[in-house]
Nanobody, 123 residues
């Protein structure tokens, strides 16, 4: 089993940047497809971005051009670089892994989850 731990969240002003990290232990993360989801208060968890084993990526329309997902296999870590942040990006951000090369956008398709990290963007 792979264990995931997110970090890097915090409070930032609109227009600012944050980089989230998803560090894995227990298994080699490069053998998993990894996605970032977010959940704002009172809403459902939504797909933000994902990266396949081979490195190809998928983004939600709402973050295209602002967010970038990448992986460092040597560090067993996946990152989410978030730029030009908006108040509507405020949410708890979760990383999730799937022992596959698909990147479905439904949360229940992922078997491994981190505990989440809070991102708050002030206006």
């Amino acid at each position: 089993q792979v264990q995931l731990v997110e970090s890097g969240g915090g409070l930032v002003q609109a227009g600012g940047s944050l980089r989230l990290s998803c560090a894995a232990s227990g298994r080699t993360l490069s053998t998993y497809a990894v996605a970032w989801f977010r959940q704002a208060a009172g809403t459902e968890r939504e797909f933000v971005a994902g990266i396949r084993r081979v490195g190809s990526t998928v983004y939600a329309d709402s973050v295209k051009g602002r967010f970038n997902i990448s992986r460092d296999n040597a560090k067993n870590t996946v990152y989410l670089q978030m730029n030009s942040l908006k108040p509507e990006d405020t949410a708890v951000y979760y990383c999730a892994a799937r022992f596959s090369d698909d990147l479905p956008q439904r949360p229940y398709e992922y078997g491994y989850w981190g505990q989440g990290t809070q991102v708050t963007v002030s206006s």
